[in-house]
């Protein structure tokens, strides 16, 4: 079966860095996606990776590993509005998203 | 600005109670997709459509059917909802389905079933 594992909850501190990983086992593979969720909201869309290496996009950046099947988010200098849920998604070989369920990130002052 | 819109944001309904939830986009994406997605849960595709194309997920049950009379809009109709069936319901948009494209979200319709 097709499988996304990511922590379910972290916590972090205001101003900190904190990575968010996400690994995974699926049929084939088309790319990566990181959406971030705040609570009763839909998924906006943060970054895409589908060849191995670090993707920064100002506070947030994106690594991915094929041969591993693992990808990573690292969100810098945190802000209060950071705390949401990031879900990771992998396309595979049908060209169909398989979502993760999502790591819900908890900041604190 | 180019989007997805949702209608409506909330909808409460009865058990056994046909709703249609509505979808629309500004982007002329070709593909639009239905999600339904529970409390910490993954979201769930429903069923998509490449243009006039339409494709059902395997396990989306018979009570879910979706129609789109043109590119810009998309219902989900339920046509009897039961308790299991309260939830956010997503739609989404992307351009097409190759290796770039990214689908982008409605602020969707939560929807509770009493």
Known sequence: GQNIDQPTEMTATEGAIVQINCTYQTSGFNGLFWYQQHAGEAPTFLSYNVLDGLEEKGRFSSFLSRSKGYSYLLLKELQMKDSASYLCAVRDSNYQLIWGAGTKLIIKP | ?114
Not at chain 2, 3 to 25: A, D, E, W
Not at chain 2, 76 to 89: H, N, T
Request: proline share 6%; glycine share 6%; aromatic share 14%.
């Open chain 2, 1 to 114: 600005d180019a989007m997805v819109i949702q209608n409506p944001r909330y909808q409460v309904t009865q058990f056994g109670k046909p709703v249609t939830l509505s979808c629309s986009q500004t982007l002329n994406h070709n593909v639009m997709y239905w999600y339904q997605q529970k409390s910490s849960q993954a979201p769930k595709l429903l069923f998509h459509y490449y243009d006039k194309d339409f494709n059902n997920e395997a396990d989306t049950p018979d009570n879910f059917q979706s129609r789109r009379p043109n590119t810009s809009f998309c219902f989900l109709d339920i046509r009897s909802p039961g308790l299991g069936d309260a939830a956010m319901y997503l739609c989404a948009t992307s351009k097409g389905q190759g290796d770039t494209d990214t689908q982008y979200f409605g602020p969707g319709t939560r929807l509770t079933v009493l």
